[in-house]
């Protein structure tokens, strides 16, 4: 239902006397009366309403109203139509009393009804009764005076479903990211986009299209049933994604299979035949054993007779013993096989004729050959038992690597060429979205088979192709606009959320009303709903649908009761619209707390088919990564992008271009290429702030947001530990690292770092979260599988890190680092914000000279404020010709110091 027809059902449900009050008096005013006045009652005599204006001629023109809730035709309404005639005569021919005493009959009569009704047939009637001046005012013909002179009436009487269907401009500001930068007017960010890369589960989308897949065979014909439900599921998996499986058999023939032998196995005969194969492996089991412990017990029996008779030269025994002995021990080493035990029993045989041993030990020999002789009986009877009996079956089926590793190979070379038209506008919107779907569903059959264990079934890697390139110099509205369900990943600051506003933006000035799109910032849903009693809160999560959660979260959002009434209208309206676009922005807000969000998107399109999804999340978050849709990444700003972006973002600064040449004499660009770091060297040159020369104030700004200011703007709660605390820990670690001259350190590196600046103050039990939250949370920790390291990313974050706990008055260290090349970035940050006489005191009055911290020294006074510099060199200069000079030397070396030959200018 659109807004007009919302109205009129407003208006047809009103009491009548409402309707003449409260809608046609004040319509009457907005187009011109200046009186209107409501005359219902006993005394009516047909005239509910009297109205009247100055014509074209400065003459009074009276009007005189009938509303009535009248529909359809008169011979339908006969009894109601004849009061209406009635009451319409004594509009037309009783005077009316103005205000200025005279008498009138009406100029006009004016029949108002809200429903649309049939005015060629009604006025008919009307000239039947020589009701010449009744004009009919019927519901299609109001709607049109509402659109002309009161359109704000259709927002007044919308419904709920309408107003939460309905997105206003102001919410499509990035309101939070403004605050947390001070960043008062309203950026049009239309012009500027990154590169783009394609991000699937766990897959770098420039990573396969610059390479080609290699897929081999790891396991055997046959597998058990769990495995073999892993190996369908991975089957019918790919079949969906690429239209080509991992298996060479249908599925059904495999288990048709599979079902039948296990008949076959299940069969009484059978189960007969395995009862007795099972007795014969006792059998076998229990004799092993007895022909182990006869040789053992034989060997001892050798042995002891040996050592008793070792003293008599001329004994039989003795000569043999030996030869007993070896051969014994060799025998017990076998392995008690079918070959083995023919082993053992040839070789008792052979001791049993040459024994000349007693007749306890001849005993002993001839029961281990007769088991020996009973065992090989027994392994002949269960190899013919064996071959008529049916075994526990498998599932018998192979896998076929070659033509799926080719028809792989031969997509990503198709794709790559669809990316090199993408690049060049080359494709329509269908085409488009042809080729993201191909992408999507490309992307997440090869992470399926990188993910599959490489002892299990097979083992795949990716072998890089250099010629090959995916980057994408394409703005991610493109992809949008082809329909594909999206989800937009990006760094912090990265531009993602600024990426779904300035689409919805772009959505709502082009929207037609068969177009519907939603916008639903999870942050501020859920800081709705964190506001709610638990009594409202328990209205939002009746339910067991995810998705109406989601909606009901919204309808708090809106402002609006999460009624059924409500949520089945929302879902109406965007089931009968031709276009429905669902904008879900920063999922990985509430990922983990409000564990139905993702599930919410799962279920979407099971209940609006033609709905389109885009939403955006940091990729650290796993869950998101569950949502099968197509994933890209926002890349840093290239060069040519930042520049746009600084030129756009500064357009009516005169120095914009200073800024510009700034960042490329200094070599800033690494730091800027971020387009949350270019906003803020934007609003810092804005502020007068030269970032040249306060590069320590990005980084400062950064780790404020990256720490929760922002997420503090947007009222959520991301962290378990507040800003100071992972502030005051990222310069512990990144202290530690750069003590040890280390850019990656393990876990237990950092957990060693944090317990010597914390220790006794914080529980190291809560290491593990704080390292959590400044990882997967901030990004501000960065983790590299191949070593198992973290890593603060750029050095320079990490020496700015650093340069924050030098801050924290560790003079001496600072003496002695000063003279440390390695030290020399941290150094430069910390001379933003730090005074350097003291330092060059402790430096003097330590080493009594420069000469060892001079180049130090000079990259650290240029960060000093412009004031400052020239008196710095000067002592910096002076004292190097004192340390050349024999005889200043000397005087250095006496009671006095640089201070008081060369006083300080400033």
Same mark, same amino acid.
């Given at each position: 239902m659109n807004n007009k027809e919302n109205l009129l059902k407003k208006l047809q449900n009103m009491k009548e006397d409402c309707f003449s009050k409260e809608i046609i008096i004040p319509l009457l005013k907005k187009m011109g009366f200046y009186f209107a006045d409501f005359n219902g009652g006993p005394w009516e005599h047909g005239v509910d309403i009297i109205a009247y204006k100055d014509n074209e001629f400065s003459d009074l023109e009276v009007t005189t109203c009938q509303s009535k809730k009248f529909r359809g035709a008169p011979s339908r309404n006969r009894a109601q139509f004849s009061e209406v005639i009635t009451q319409l005569r004594m509009c037309q021919e009783r005077k009316i009393s103005c205000h200025d005493g005279i008498e009138r009959i009406p100029d006009k009569v004016l029949f108002i009804t809200p429903y649309v009704v049939s005015s060629r047939l009604v006025e008919e009637h009307f000239a039947t009764y020589k009701l010449q001046k009744v004009k009919i005012i019927d519901g299609s013909?109001?709607?049109?005076?509402?659109?002309?002179?009161?359109?704000?009436?259709?927002?007044?009487?919308?419904?709920?479903?309408?107003?939460?269907?309905?997105?206003?401009?102001?919410?499509?500001?990035?309101?939070?990211?403004?605050?947390?930068?001070?960043?008062?007017?309203?950026?049009?960010?239309?012009?500027?986009?990154?590169?783009?890369?394609?991000?699937?589960?766990?897959?770098?989308?420039?990573?396969?299209?610059?390479?080609?897949?290699?897929?081999?065979?790891?396991?055997?014909?046959?597998?058990?049933?769990?495995?073999?439900?892993?190996?369908?599921?991975?089957?019918?998996?790919?079949?969906?994604?690429?239209?080509?499986?991992?298996?060479l058999d249908p599925i059904d023939l495999t288990e048709r299979n599979y079902k039948n032998d296990m008949a076959l196995f299940s069969s009484a005969e059978n189960q007969e035949k395995i009862a007795e194969l099972n007795a014969l492996h006792d059998k076998i089991s229990s004799d092993k054993t007895a022909l182990s412990t006869l040789m053992k017990n034989l060997l001892i029996d050798i042995n002891t007779i040996s050592i008793r008779n070792f003293s008599k030269k001329a004994n039989p025994i003795e000569a043999n013993a030996k030869e007993f002995i070896n051969t014994l021990a060799l025998l017990l080493e076998i392995p008690l096989d079918q070959q083995g035990v023919l082993s053992i029993s040839e070789a008792i045989s052979q001791l049993q004729k040459n024994s000349p041993m007693n007749s306890h030990i001849n005993n002993t020999i001839g029961l281990i050959s007769n088991l020996a002789n009973d065992l090989l009986g027994s392994f002949h009877d269960e190899r013919e038992a064996s071959k008529i009996v049916h075994p526990l079956p498998k599932f018998k089926a192979e896998i076929e690597v070659d033509l799926l590793c080719s028809m792989i190979n031969h997509k990503i070379e198709n794709a790559a060429e669809g990316l090199k038209k993408l690049n060049n506008r080359s494709l329509s919107a269908a085409e488009t979205r042809s080729l993201l779907n191909e992408i999507n569903s490309l992307l997440r059959a090869i992470d399926l088979l990188l993910r599959i264990d490489s002892q299990a079934f097979i083992k795949t890697e990716l072998i890089r192709k250099s010629e090959l390139n995916n980057t994408l110099d394409i703005s991610a509205h493109s992809l949008f606009d082809s329909g594909c369900n999206i989800t937009v990943y990006g760094e912090a600051g990265a531009g993602k959320s600024t990426t779904l506003h300035v689409y919805a933006s772009k959505l709502l000035l082009n929207r037609t009303e068969e177009e519907l799109f939603l916008f639903l910032p999870i942050n501020r849903i859920t800081s709705k709903i964190n506001s709610l009693t638990n009594e409202e809160r328990f209205f939002v999560f009746n339910t067991k649908s !995810?998705?109406?959660? &989601?909606?009901?979260?919204?309808?708090? @959002?809106?402002?609006?009761? *999460? =009624? $059924? +009434? %409500? /949520?089945?209208?929302?879902?109406?309206?965007?089931?009968?619209?031709?276009?429905?676009?669902?904008?879900?922005?920063?999922?990985?807000?509430?990922?983990?707390?409000?564990?139905?969000?993702?599930?919410?998107?799962?279920?979407?399109?099971?209940?609006?088919?033609?709905?389109?999804?885009?939403?955006?999340?940091?990729?650290?978050?796993?869950?998101?990564?569950?949502?099968?849709?197509?994933?890209?990444?926002?890349?840093?700003? !290239?060069?040519?992008? &930042?520049?746009?972006?600084?030129?756009? @973002?500064?357009?009516?600064? *005169? =120095? $914009? +271009? %200073? /800024?510009?040449?700034?960042?490329?004499?200094?070599?800033?660009?690494?730091?800027?290429?971020?387009?949350?770091?270019?906003?803020?060297?934007?609003?810092?040159?804005?502020?007068?702030?030269?970032?040249?020369?306060?590069?320590?104030?990005v980084y400062k700004r950064k780790i404020e947001l990256l720490c929760g200011l922002y997420d503090n703007f947007k009222g959520i709660k991301r962290t378990k530990f507040d800003l100071t605390l992972l502030r005051e820990s990222s310069r512990a670690i990144a202290y530690g690292m750069h003590k040890d001259a280390h850019r990656e350190a393990t876990i237990d590196e950092i957990k060693y770092h944090l317990d010597k600046e914390f220790s006794g103050k914080i529980n190291s039990e809560k290491f593990d979260e704080i390292i959590s939250d400044l990882h997967e949370s901030c990004n501000i920790l960065h983790y590299i599988p191949e070593s198992k390291t973290y890593t603060f990313g750029h050095l320079r974050f990490q020496e700015y890190l650093a340069s924050e706990m030098l801050s924290m008055k560790r003079y001496n260290e600072i003496v002695e680092l000063a003279s440390k090349s390695w030290w020399a970035g941290a150094l430069y940050l910390y001379s933003f914000d730090n005074d350097l006489d003291d330092l060059f005191d402790r430096i003097y009055d330590r080493y009594g000279s420069f000469v060892n911290h001079r180049k130090i020294l000079e990259v650290m006074i240029t960060a000093q404020p412009t004031s400052k510099r020239p008196g710095l060199r000067q002592i910096l200069d002076r004292n190097n010709r004192l340390d050349e000079s024999e005889q200043l030397h000397d005087v250095i070396e006496g009671d006095y110091s640089y201070r008081d030959i060369y006083p300080r200018s400033w």
């Open positions: 013909v109001l709607l049109k005076l509402f659109q002309r002179y009161w359109p704000e009436a259709f927002d007044v009487f919308e419904s709920s479903a309408g107003k939460a269907t309905k997105t206003e401009a102001k919410e499509l500001i990035n309101s939070e990211l403004n605050r947390a930068l001070n960043i008062n007017e309203e950026i049009d960010y239309q012009e500027y986009y990154s590169d783009l890369n394609f991000f699937v589960g766990n897959i770098d989308g420039r990573q396969v299209f610059s390479s080609n897949i290699s897929i081999k065979k790891t396991s055997q014909s046959s597998y058990e049933e769990e495995d073999w439900l892993q190996l369908k599921s991975i089957h019918k998996t790919l079949k969906r994604q690429i239209n080509i499986g991992i298996l !995810n998705f109406e959660k &989601l909606l009901n979260g919204y309808l708090v @959002y809106k402002g609006l009761s *999460p =009624n $059924k +009434e %409500n /949520l089945d209208s929302i879902i109406d309206i965007a089931t009968n619209k031709k276009k429905v676009v669902f904008i879900i922005d920063a999922l990985d807000e509430a990922a983990d707390h409000a564990t139905w969000i993702v599930p919410a998107l799962s279920e979407l399109p099971s209940v609006i088919s033609h709905a389109q999804v885009i939403t955006s999340s940091r990729s650290t978050v796993q869950k998101v990564k569950e949502i099968e849709f197509l994933g890209i990444t926002l890349l840093p700003f !290239n060069e040519n992008q &930042l520049e746009r972006f600084i030129f756009g @973002y500064l357009k009516n600064d *005169p =120095n $914009k +271009e %200073n /800024l510009w040449n700034d960042i490329k004499n200094n070599k800033l660009y690494e730091i800027a290429k971020n387009p949350l770091l270019a906003t803020i060297i934007c609003t810092l040159h804005k502020n007068g702030i030269q970032v040249p020369r306060n590069e320590s104030e």
